[in-house]
């Protein structure tokens, strides 16, 4: 007698079975520079998303000289959405930076400590801070690495109690 009560389904010709699904978790989701990469990738994403939506909400902008104000309502907008542009690219690779640095950062210390808990996240927060604000001494790397830290334990404690 089967144990599942479930009727088992057939495996589709060159689908992937749980077995190769298993393979690619342990392969690519585990594995840190894999995550470097990808949580560069989707900072990369991110900031340039919110770049754009935080530009688009700046009412500076390119200072409306008079010789701006003289251009037509084209040259004006290139002018605006060149400026977006730029915006939206300098927080992409901000946020790309930051991405790299925690996520790659958070798998070593689970590796290392072979622990999946709130710490992890915390202990990377602290390191990006303090990398992060490294150029400004070390008073600014502290601030960074509490600052960090407190902001990732937050968001972790949040999602792991919000089921």
């Known amino acids: 007698m089967n144990p599942n009560p479930w009727p088992q389904q057939a495996q589709q010709p060159g689908a992937p079975n749980q077995g190769d699904m298993a393979l690619f978790n342990s392969v690519f989701r585990e594995n840190c520079p894999f995550k470097f ?3 560069g990738a989707t900072g990369f ?3 340039g998303v ?8 700046e009412f500076a902008g390119p200072q ?11 040259e004006q907008m290139k002018i605006m ?3 977006m542009g730029n915006r939206s690219y300098s927080s992409a690779k901000n946020f790309a930076v930051v991405a790299a640095i925690f996520s ?4 070593f210390i ?5 622990k999946n808990d709130i710490y992890n996240g915390a202990a990377a927060g602290c390191f990006t801070g303090g990398v992060l604000a ?10 960074g690495c509490a600052g960090f830290a407190a902001f990732s334990t937050a968001i972790d404690y949040w999602i792991r109690h919000s089921d």
């Open 37 to 39: 990469v990808f949580g």
């Open 45 to 47: 994403a991110l900031g």
């Open 50 to 57: 919110f770049g754009i939506v935080m530009s688009s909400f």
């Open 64 to 74: 409306l000289t008079p010789q701006l104000q003289e251009l037509s309502t084209k």
């Open 81 to 83: 959405l060149k400026d």
């Open 104 to 107: 790659s950062s958070e798998c």
């Open 110 to 114: 689970e590796g290392y400590r072979a």
């Open 134 to 143: 490294a150029k400004g001494g070390a008073k600014a790397s502290a601030f």
